[in-house]
């Protein structure tokens, strides 16, 4: 164990130490949440450039109806409560369409919004007010954009109003009627075991319940990648510089691993500290420590230290087997699937934690710090004997992986020259 | 007592043997010198030695313990053929951290001690890779021996060093020596086999071919060699009556008799063709030795390639 912890220390010091490791404790969480600072960024300040917007009305009654419906909910909806405006101003203007020359005017149109005199153009077929069908909408929007959903209500609902109008029904008595309700999402009612009351738990915070486990498995999946990735390249270069022979004539092949595989462990719990340390003074200073999610922070680093010693196993043995630090990289995504692909697994099992498809995924070992530590920070949590079975099944995987690695480490190192086959690396775990 | 014992020892390599039915004993406290042709299986025998990789078939016995069974302990100390160490690292780290690792009591006094003597001592607090091809080389041969090992197992220690390097490693390894250290050391030069080591052992093709002191080999090939400084040089030598083959070394010429032949008849026949400077008949060299047993190997697979 002297000598394990000999080479841990070693290994440690000399990943935290470097100019590398303090930029990528940095920038690492820039670069994987700058997808979501970016939406954050836009959400905090929306496209309020004005839009013009014209009518191509086949029907002459439709189109002032619809901008009159459109300039009414623009102005009610365009500032929040503060005063800030929210949305973009849309401004409506109609344009009879000419049935015999419609292809041009559709042209002349579609020219105007490349050009971006136009925001968009809706035409407004001859049917719109009876049968609902015949409103198209021309516009250089991408597939998310919030134009055309929003103008779809507001129009939609203007149309329901003009025909209960024609049908003589009072549109705003049925309107009120209509009126939609929202279901206001609340806590499951629980008893606390030791005083045996029965404990109101509130008004459930949606977006902590998904924000939560989704943080906490993203931060698990870059700490991870961060401690495991870089341990690949780095030992195909020492064994590159044959930096191993001499090592191995005063410590064995599985005291180099482990060490190797503590240090990387080590490396994570560094990282990890850093991140939630950061997270809780951030969430205290926003006077928002309640939404810190405490009780899974040593599920959190249970289940980081088996991914890290699954995958740091597996980065030794292949970087070992590799020639160079190039063919350790090309290796990369046998390494990192072990975390890649729960996290592409993670949108369903958010959405259905406790399905069986959710259950199933998240006992696979691999998977299961992943998908079984989301599961965990959802308010509905997991069956005591799924986090049983999972920690089981997880810990005797790092074990195996960690001694077929050990074996692979052991022939690889002293091998030179052509990279070996998956065949024949696959003998050495088999053979040793 | 024995050092070591090699006992009936193969090894291969999928197809390749690299080692056949060696036995071998290393005595306690001695400079065991190997020497063979590249490829001969020198680093695969020290390396089963230190216990990096083992025999196929047969047994190593290290100051009497399997080597199978044996974790490494820190009483070997290695300097492998290929040199290579952390390189971003000090070299006062780098050498604490081998001399923990091998199981230095104090790890930093040993380290201090060995840079003195090697006159290393202001490169301390440099890194690896700040030093020379020859600097680092000897920093890998502290690494070796900074845990003061009983047994050293150097592979070409000597290579890449300069004439005053050279000298202070060879001087450091008596010392070793005279500690109680046992030595094995691989080498191609044959004067440092002949002069530096108190044993001999030739492998060739992964087979023992010489095992002893210089004395006793040489002693096996009797006094069968001439050595002559003739004006003219070689020319006809191999003429000469008795005489089975011609090194030629430049100034002098080797010639190697047959079994039997009269060296004072080739001594006649050179003074009736030219005047000679110098005439000995002495044993074979370990050089010629070396030559004699690998060059008719080396020809035979030119011939087949």
């Known amino acids: ?432 | 007592m024995s050092a070591i014992e090699i006992r009936d020892v193969t090894k291969n390599f999928g197809s390749v043997t690299a080692v056949v039915d060696l036995s071998l004993d290393v005595p306690e406290g001695s400079i065991y010198g190997f020497i063979g042709p590249n490829g001969s299986g020198k680093s695969t025998t020290m390396r089963m030695i230190v216990g990096i990789s083992h025999p196929d078939r047969g047994s190593i016995r290290v100051f009497g313990e399997e080597m199978s069974a044996r974790a490494p302990d820190g009483r070997t100390g290695y300097l492998p053929e290929e040199r290579g160490l952390y390189r971003k690292m000090t070299v006062s780290a780098l050498l604490e951290f081998h001399a923990a690792l091998s199981g230095a009591r104090k790890p930093q006094a040993s380290v201090n001690k060995w840079l003195r003597r090697l006159n290393l001592s202001e490169w301390g607090p440099r890194r690896v890779d700040a030093l020379s091809k020859g600097m680092t080389q000897k920093v890998q041969f502290i690494a070796a021996v900074v845990a003061e090992p009983k047994l050293i197992v150097l592979d070409e220690p000597f290579s890449g060093l300069d004439p005053v390097s050279a000298e202070s490693v060879r001087e450091a390894i008596l010392e070793l020596r005279a500690s109680g250290t046992t030595v094995v050391m691989s080498t191609h030069d044959m004067n440092t086999a002949e002069t530096f080591c108190d044993s001999i052992f030739m492998i060739f093709q992964g087979r023992k071919v010489l095992d002893g002191s210089l004395e006793s080999i040489q002693d096996a090939y009797g006094a069968d060699t001439i050595r002559v400084r003739a004006e003219g040089g070689a020319t006809r030598m191999e003429a000469l009556s008795g005489v089975e083959a011609v090194r030629d070394l430049g100034q002098v010429q080797e010639l190697r008799m047959r079994r039997g032949a009269d060296p004072q008849i080739a001594l006649r026949e050179l003074l009736a063709r030219t005047s000679v400077a110098e005439f000995s008949v002495t044993r074979p060299s370990l050089e010629d030795i070396f030559v004699r047993i690998a060059k008719p190997a080396e020809m035979e697979e030119n011939a087949h390639a």
């Open chain 1, 1 to 432: 164990m002297r000598k394990v912890l000999l080479i841990a220390k070693r290994d440690y010091l000399s990943a935290v130490r470097t100019k590398a490791f303090v930029f990528g404790l940095i920038i690492a969480p820039l670069l994987f949440g700058s997808g979501f600072i970016v939406v954050g960024l836009m959400r905090a300040r929306p496209d309020i450039a004005e839009r013009r917007v014209v009518l191509l009305d086949h029907t002459a009654v439709a189109g002032p109806l619809i901008a009159d419906a459109v300039t009414r909910a623009n102005r009610e909806q365009l500032r929040d409560k503060t005063g800030r405006q929210v949305m973009p101003v849309y401004t409506l203007e109609t344009e009879a369409a000419r049935p015999a020359e419609i292809e041009n005017q559709r042209l002349e149109l579609s020219n105007q919004v490349r050009l971006r005199k136009l925001f968009a153009f809706l035409e407004i077929g001859p049917d719109v007010l009876t049968s609902g069908n015949g409103l198209s909408w021309y516009s250089n929007e991408g597939g998310t954009g919030e134009g055309r959903p929003w103008l779809s209500g507001v129009i939609g609902e203007a149309i329901v109003h003009y025909r209960l109008a024609q049908s003589g029904m009072d549109s705003v008595r049925i309107g009120e009627a209509l009126k939609r309700v929202s279901l206001e999402s609340m806590n499951l009612i629980q008893k606390d075991p030791r005083s045996g009351r029965i404990e109101s738990s509130g008004r459930k915070n949606e977006v902590a319940a998904f924000l939560v486990p989704f943080l906490l498995a993203f931060l698990l999946f870059m700490v991870v990648m961060g401690s495991a990735a870089p341990m690949m390249p780095a030992i195909a270069e020492d064994k590159m510089q044959r930096v191993f022979e001499m090592l191995l004539a005063s410590a064995t092949a599985f005291e180099l691993i482990a060490g190797k595989v503590l240090a990387a462990v080590a490396v994570s719990l560094t990282s990890s500290t850093v991140y939630i340390l950061a997270a809780l003074f951030a969430l205290n200073a926003l006077s928002m420590f309640g939404l810190a999610p405490l009780a899974m922070i040593p599920w959190f680093l249970l289940y980081l230290i088996a991914e890290v010693v699954v995958l740091a196993s597996i980065a030794t043995a292949l970087g070992a087997a590799c020639g160079s630090p190039q063919a350790a990289q090309s290796l990369g995504i046998i390494l990192f699937a072990p975390v890649i692909i729960p996290m592409m697994m993670l949108s369903p099992v958010l959405q259905r934690p406790d399905s069986a498809f959710a259950t199933v995924v998240s006992l696979i070992p691999p998977f299961t710090p992943m998908l079984m530590l989301t599961r965990q920070a959802l308010p509905a949590g997991v069956p005591v004997w799924q986090t049983s079975v999972g920690l089981v099944g997880i810990a005797l995987f790092s074990i195996l992986i960690a001694w077929v690695a050990a074996r692979i480490f052991r022939v690889a190192l002293l091998m030179q020259g052509k990279p070996p086959s998956l065949p024949e690396i696959l003998r050495w775990a088999i053979r040793g």
